[in-house]
């Protein structure tokens, strides 16, 4: 079992920056690749960035390239995504995934990410 808890977001202006951790437990032995989402209003989430855990691979969605950046610190078991020069359209609440070879996804429950002024 895994367990992703996000923190990090909050409210910021237009053009700010924030930086979101998720803080990963459990078994991660299975575990090939952890991502962010987001949803805005609906049911649909958006992939905004993957990370292979060999780190051979590393993909961003096309609104966010160039402004935000995934990472990882592996000693402490903990992903990132650096935000830059958000935009209103960046409102979300995102959410760590973390994914086996198998298919098996684990989720996070969420923190929410405003821009506004």
């Known amino acids: 079992q895994v367990e992703l808890v996000e923190s990090g977001g909050g409210l910021v202006r237009p053009g700010g920056s924030l930086r979101l951790s998720c803080a990963a437990s459990?078994?991660?032995?299975?575990?090939?690749?952890m991502r962010w989402y987001r949803q805005a209003s609906g049911p649909q989430r958006e992939m905004v960035a993957t990370?292979?855990?060999?780190?051979?691979?590393?993909e961003y969605a096309d609104s966010v390239k160039g402004r935000f950046t995934i990472s990882r610190d592996n000693a402490k078991n903990t992903l990132y995504l650096e935000m830059n020069n958000l935009k209103p359209e960046d409102t979300a609440v995102y959410y760590c995934?973390?994914?086996?070879?198998?298919?098996?996804?684990?989720w996070g429950r969420g923190t929410q990410v405003t821009v506004a002024s």
């Open positions: 459990g078994d991660l032995s299975s575990i090939c690749a």
């Open positions: 995934n973390a994914g086996e070879a198998a298919g098996y996804q684990y």
């Open positions: 990370m292979t855990l060999s780190g051979t691979l590393i």
